[in-house]
């Protein structure tokens, strides 16, 4: 049983490119916030490599909102850097990823909360429906949670996003895992932890276009199963192995065949199929062993999982153009610390 007192809470938000919802997103999350005497807030934006003046506007909104503090990465590290960064960062008690178009309603983290205060550690936001998503996406969507909760351990629970409420234990967990290869929705998975699941309705982007194309949509499935599982390259033995034993049979067939028969010649067209057939799959094959191999490679030069050219505290927003200029790398160590 958690205790009722002032709660801390942390949200992080990855922004990338987006200057139309940042103070869209801080309104509602004021108004959701205004009256919780009970919850401290810090909103810890990740300024993921935005390019159209989204890191002024947070700094503006720094002004006026001392709860406001901004992580500028020095480039586009992706979602996953941004959310680990921010993880890292954020000082709360219980901390909430959340996006910053409002297709996460910030009104959910209050049910959330409740459900901590209950004794969960792990706080869900489950989609019930994804209207707001293209035909493709579900579709995609679909697909990914099948095969990769078939081959990977642990499952991802399928419709849950990063969106959810995780408690400081939870978060110790996941700054102390090495990796620089970072799939969130899996390493959330692997923590594990008491968790209880909030569904709501995913409604539309408030503003602005979404920043995953069906090509990187397609890249982040192939790393969520790579990271979290080896059967891709397991079944290769096994279809090696069945290959090998049905060429075998042919072959002893084929023998007898000449023993007893004579010898005939038989159409190129069946050997050409298998060659070009059995090429192929070496190909796949040796794609997929490339895949995990490259993996591995980018894994062992143990480079940061992204580099912050500035941290701006509350306060200290007059002074941080001039001290913007130091770069900090930030990798993993055991303790989990900056
Ligand atoms: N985002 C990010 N870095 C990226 C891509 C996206 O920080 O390289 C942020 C983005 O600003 C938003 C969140 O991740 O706050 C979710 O992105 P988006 O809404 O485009 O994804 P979708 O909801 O369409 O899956
Ligand atoms: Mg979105």
Redesign the pocket.
Known sequence: MQSNSVLYLSLI????N?VETVDLFLDRVNRVFECQVSVRLEVVF?N?GSTDGTLDRLLECQKSDSRVRVVDLSR?F??EA?LTAGLQVATGQVVVPI???L?DPPELILEMIAKWREGYEVVLGRRINRDSDSWAKRVSATWFYRIHNKIADPEIPENVGDFRLMDRTVINALNALPESRRFMKGLFAWVGFRTAYIDYSRPE?IAGT???NGWRLWNFALEGMTSFSIDPLRIWTYFGAMVAFFSFILGFYIALKVLFLGVDVPGYASIFVAITFLGGLQLVGIGIVGEYLGRTYLESKRRPVYLVRHVYEPGDAEDCFLSSKGMSAHRYSKSGSL
């Open positions: 938000v990855p922004v990338f987006e990740v993921d586009n992706g979602k941004a996006d910053v178009d297709q982007r979404t920043k995953f």
